[in-house]
């Protein structure tokens, strides 16, 4: 099943009148905006999730597997920890990441493909990957615009996808009666503790969740449609970054107002 065959998508990114849509609040809640928006359970920077029913609560419960407080705190530190990682797919960005540094520049692909050979990786099952992944920004940065997704903006990790989940799993449990909107906020807090070292840019944090997400449901094996009917997030993407469409992440920024509290303050 479609992860938003469930749902009916939103017009628009619509902020709630109830909550700031500028303030370190508004700047925390918008890390799980994409995730926020695809399912969709509410405006962007509501931490309720308003936008689930009964039946949606329900559906949502099962699909998570989240039938108790216990479960749903133990997603979140999924998300959070083990970030649907793989061992195989960790090793071959890091490769990138490394040759980037190293060559003060994006590597080609075929100077990535050699350096994973190199290291030991297999060429048979590195060379689909390395293509994979440079398909989904090739589309990503034809779709939202060559000016905003720039040449030196590339996936450096898949991490991105749990995080954002995690945070809109925060809000979901208020809605299911797991949580109230003092801890939601704590635990989206947290996340955005762990997460902003990790990017620059929510142009980086963006790219990085719709690669997670097709990697993720695609199992790794992409195909032509892969990117057609797992990466249609990036219209949120688009308009997220975008001020003039309402676009809370054209308008925040990435670092300072995040305030990175000790998590013993907030654990």
Known sequence: MSPTSWFTRPPRLAPSERFSTADTEANE????LLQITTLPSGPWNDPTAPGLGPDDQALLAEQWGIHSRDDWLDMIDHLCTVRRRRQAWMLRLAVRNDLDTALGRVPTAEEWLARIVAEGGDDREARPFVAGVEHIEHEVRRRVGKDVVTADVYVRTFDGYALGQAVALATWGVALGYSDMTEARRIIHRVNVDARPS?????DFGLSYIAGRIMHW???????ESFESLGDVWTDFAAAVMPRRGGPWGALPW???VDQRSRDRIG
């Open 29 to 32: 809640i918008a890390l799980g």
């Open 199 to 203: 990017f620059v840019s929510w142009v």
């Open 218 to 224: 695609s199992d790794g094996i992409l195909v032509e």
């Open 255 to 257: 670092h300072a107002t």
